[in-house]
């Protein structure tokens, strides 16, 4: 079956430090991979959707310059978020898609800064 | 403005009666899908019915869908505690968009 793992689980960051996160499809080829954050008592914020031989769309609030992402194969994925404020706190989701926009997620890094 | 929106923030049952979550989005869609999220965890798809369907079944599961209405339902019968999750509908941005607008979700509790 399709599975999506994403590491670390849980991380503490410093107000100010930079933390990476990454996401690894297994038993599908990750055509697109979506990065979404879901805030305390919020849905899920899409941050940016990656397409293979695509250039990575951003959507309205997030930056290629907080969250820089790569997507360099079918099968992995990573994002960083920089310069972590309080705000970017969350559980950070990542969605492993075919091409036919059924995605398979994973179970999110959650973000805490102090 | 959210594009899909589940039409209660919170819903509570006893175990083994059924249930029904509500959804209604606002764009032309290819297909809707309900995902479940457990506490801790990340969602899971639970049935995804394209534009072109009225109805899909996954077990006790039981999802329609109304584009004349722009809505859709969840049902599930036979509840178990376990089905406590928030439940989310989602569609695609745009019709044929990888791209996925969650709903806020419904807050499911099933009680022994």
């Known amino acids: 079956g399709a599975l999506v793992y994403q590491y670390p689980r849980r991380t503490i960051c410093k107000s100010g430090t930079s933390m990476r996160m990454e996401c690894q499809a297994v038993?599908?080829?990750?055509?697109?991979v979506a990065w979404y954050r879901q805030s305390p008592q919020k849905t899920f914020e899409l941050i940016a959707l990656?397409?293979?031989?695509?250039?990575?769309?951003?959507e309205q609030n997030f930056t290629q310059e907080k969250f820089p992402i790569s997507h360099p194969n079918l099968s992995f994925s990573s994002m960083t978020v920089l310069n972590a404020y309080l705000e970017d706190r969350g559980l950070y989701l990542c969605?492993?898609?075919?091409?036919?926009?059924?995605?398979?997620f994973g179970p999110g890094t959650r973000l805490t800064v102090l | 403005s959210q594009l899909a929106e589940e039409n209660s923030w919170a819903l509570s049952v006893h175990e083994g009666e059924s249930v029904t979550v509500n959804c209604s989005y606002k764009?032309?869609?290819?297909?809707l899908q309900w995902y479940r999220q457990k506490s801790g965890k990340g969602p899971a798809q639970l049935i995804l019915i394209r534009s072109n369907e009225r109805e899909k079944r996954n077990g006790r599961l039981r999802a329609t869908l109304d584009t004349s209405s722009q809505s859709s339902s969840l049902s599930i019968t036979a509840t178990r505690c376990e089905d406590t999750a928030v439940y989310f509908c989602a569609t695609d941005a745009s019709s044929g968009s990888w791209q996925l607008i969650f709903g806020s979700g419904t807050q499911l509790t099933v009680m022994p």
């Open positions: 764009t032309s869609i290819t297909a």
């Open positions: 038993g599908f080829q990750a055509t697109s």
């Open positions: 969605g492993g898609g075919q091409g036919n926009y059924e995605q398979y």
């Open positions: 990656s397409t293979v031989n695509s250039a990575i769309k951003y």
